[in-house]
């Protein structure tokens, strides 16, 4: 019995000497980079197409259209964006320098259209971003579509935006300014308004087998015994009765219709989407709800290995005909499968929720031993990936935290849960926190939290501290290693929007409280040191400054740093020519941290620009952080 790499030879033979017979497709086998690529990269996508769909005798002709389809996309794939896979292909990790800055926003929210994404490059560069996350652009239904995570069309951008004559030179302006554009890549599902979507109610077979449909109850009753309801206050279950009632399968909202990835003809339909957005200048997809992908009867259908095929399938895919293109993954689950999805050949990046998430937990218990003990046991990764890391989303927070981790610390995971959500919605005694909840459930005490970073830390009330806190918090974004990002007018304070509750399509939604408009009045005090936006726009400012400064803040590893002080983190990042401690009390009060731990006497505080003598261990006040280097 022949190898899977056998097996792969022997296909690709075949393959070749069709595209060969074939005069459209003849030219590209004289392409010697691609023939490179497909030759070192089709072994893999040849083993996991025939792991998914060898059972169907058309498996190997999905596979010759799916090369074809990869050899279009590079044929049209424009000079200059083959030139810059060129030059990473020579540095493949170029995401890890320590000068990389991420910004994320709503391009109608924060600059109306995509002109005044464009108008704002320059602010950006003065910023100092290198990343730009511009949240869902393309065609959606009206007015409800999750904030645009329905997407009804990824070649057509939200009229009101523009369009993707006007996309285009925006990706490209952004390259020249020496910005990455990063776009959202809803993987599990599209719009009911989606052409596919349409053709599917219309009696299209080809496009009913582009998803789960079903004549009866009997098949989505049997799958309902073990997946769980998302969105409860939607519709119940993870299926919706179309109007001639037949039942198709919606994990989200109901016009949210999940893709059916067992059939071949949806993995190439989805990767001619993608290379096209390669083709168009985005340079890294987020992943959208990649847990969901594939279904299978008796499972729960999140994190199946299947959803990793998947994944991998779809990576290589891009290796063979956008090769610079990056994966970044977004699971909002339990730390163990979070980690999962990170690997070279499946997602490059992946936003760290666990890290967010117990940065606000040490923030109100003032104890970061949970955030000490994640950063020891959860931070490095796979060589060549990185943690994209964060303070808020646009999002809500969500207590990811594994419930064995907190028990170890002497936290129920329940009651802790409990705890938080009462602290961040103001429902705690002393709590200087102004979140809203989102999915609340009085009853039980379980929701999430909305809300921006100033309103979350307490400056929307003026509660003291609330600067202090925004900074420290973002320090720890700047310093843990990965790609930090802002969510784009928080490094001015911008506060929770609740204008929201006067909109009908978005008054359920509580998470458009901290998805404010462009805080103009901010940024016009930005460089006035006497206002809340001042001071915290001078202290983002210093901390992208000293972090692109710091050669030890390359790449993502951390190394533990025990303070035995349970109000005081410590984690160290250690370079070439340099190592830095990074300190940062999360208390109200003073802190002392006792010269034992140290096993260095002297070293430079990269924060304050002084020499610091240890021999008497470190006084830190309230909210302070430093960055102690020793070269």
Not at 200 to 209: D, I
Not at 298 to 315: M, S, V, Y
Request: include cysteine; charge should be negative; glycine fraction near 8%.
């Amino acid at each position: 019995m022949l190898t899977v790499p056998q097996q792969a030879t022997a296909a690709l033979y075949y393959i070749q000497h069709r595209l060969a017979s074939d005069p459209q497709d003849a030219p590209l086998l004289q392409d010697k980079a691609f023939c490179s690529r497909l030759e070192r990269h089709f072994v893999t996508l040849f083993g996991i197409f025939t792991e998914l769909y060898g059972y169907r005798v058309d498996c190997l002709e999905n596979i010759l259209a799916l090369i074809r389809e990869c050899g279009n996309s590079w044929r049209d794939r424009p000079d200059d964006l083959k030139e810059m896979d060129a030059a990473r292909d020579k540095d493949p990790e170029w995401f890890l320098s320590n000068k990389m800055l991420g910004g994320v926003c709503y391009v109608d929210r924060y600059a109306s259209n995509l002109d005044g994404i464009k108008a704002k490059i320059p602010y950006f560069k003065e910023l100092g971003l290198t990343y730009l996350h511009l949240m869902p652009i393309f065609l959606a239904p009206q007015p409800h579509n999750d904030g645009g995570y329905a997407v009804s069309s990824y070649r057509d951008v939200d009229p009101r935006l523009g369009d993707m004559d006007k996309f285009k030179p925006v990706a490209k302006a952004l390259r020249e300014a020496g910005i990455s554009l990063v776009i959202d890549f809803v993987f599990n599902h599209t719009s009911n308004e989606h052409e596919w979507a349409r053709k599917a109610l219309e009696g299209s077979t080809e496009h009913e087998g582009y998803y789960w449909i079903f004549p009866d109850r009997t098949v989505p009753s049997a799958f309902e015994q073990t997946t769980r309801e998302i969105f409860p206050d939607d519709h119940p279950g993870s299926f919706v009765q179309l109007p001639d009632g037949r039942w198709i399968w919606s994990t989200f909202y109901h016009f949210q219709w999940d893709l059916n990835y067992s059939n071949p003809a949806v993995f190439r339909a989805m990767a001619r989407e993608l290379l096209y957005l390669a083709n168009c200048g985005v340079e890294i997809l987020r992943m959208d709800a990649v847990a969901f992908i594939w279904k299978q009867m008796g499972t729960d259908c999140e994190n199946l290995p299947e959803a990793h095929k998947l994944l991998r399938g779809f990576n290589a895919v891009c290796r063979i005909a956008a090769p610079s293109l990056l994966f970044k993954s977004e699971a909002i689950v339990h730390p163990d499968f979070v980690a999962q999805y990170i690997d070279p050949m499946e997602c490059q990046l992946s936003y760290n929720p666990l890290q967010m998430a117990l940065i606000w937990e040490g923030l109100a218990t003032r104890d970061c031993q949970m955030l000490n003990q994640a950063l020891e046991r959860r931070h490095n990764i796979a060589s060549g990936c990185a943690w994209v890391n964060y303070m808020r989303s646009h999002d809500d927070i969500g207590w990811t935290f594994a419930d064995e981790d907190a028990v170890e610390l002497g936290k129920e995971g329940f009651n802790h849960r409990r705890f938080l959500n009462a602290f961040f919605v103001n429902r705690h005694p002393g709590s200087f926190s102004r979140g809203v909840p989102f999915q609340d459930n009085p009853r039980t005490g379980d929701c999430r939290i909305s809300g921006t970073t100033a309103s979350l830390a307490g400056l929307e009330t003026g509660e003291a501290g609330a600067i202090d806190r925004i900074l420290l918090g973002h320090s720890i974004v700047m310093s843990t290693g990965g790609i930090p990002l802002i969510y784009l007018g928080d490094e001015v304070g911008q506060l929770n929007d609740y204008s929201y509750m006067t909109d009908p399509s978005k008054w359920d939604d509580s998470r458009w409280v901290n998805r404010p408009p462009y805080p103009s009045d901010r940024y016009a005090q930005r460089t006035d040191r006497n206002t809340d936006a001042g001071k915290l726009y001078e202290g983002f400012r210093q901390l992208i400054k000293l972090r692109g400064q710091t050669e030890a803040f390359k790449g993502g590893r951390l190394v533990g740093f025990r303070t035995h002080n349970k109000h005081v983190l410590g984690y160290q990042r250690l370079g070439t020519s340099s190592s830095v401690v990074c300190l940062a009390n999360f208390d109200d009060q003073p802190q002392w941290v006792g010269r034992e731990v140290f096993q260095f006497r002297e070293a430079w505080d990269i924060i304050t620009s002084r020499k610091i003598d240890l021999n008497e261990g470190i006084h830190l006040m309230s909210h302070q952080y430093v960055w102690l280097e020793r070269r």
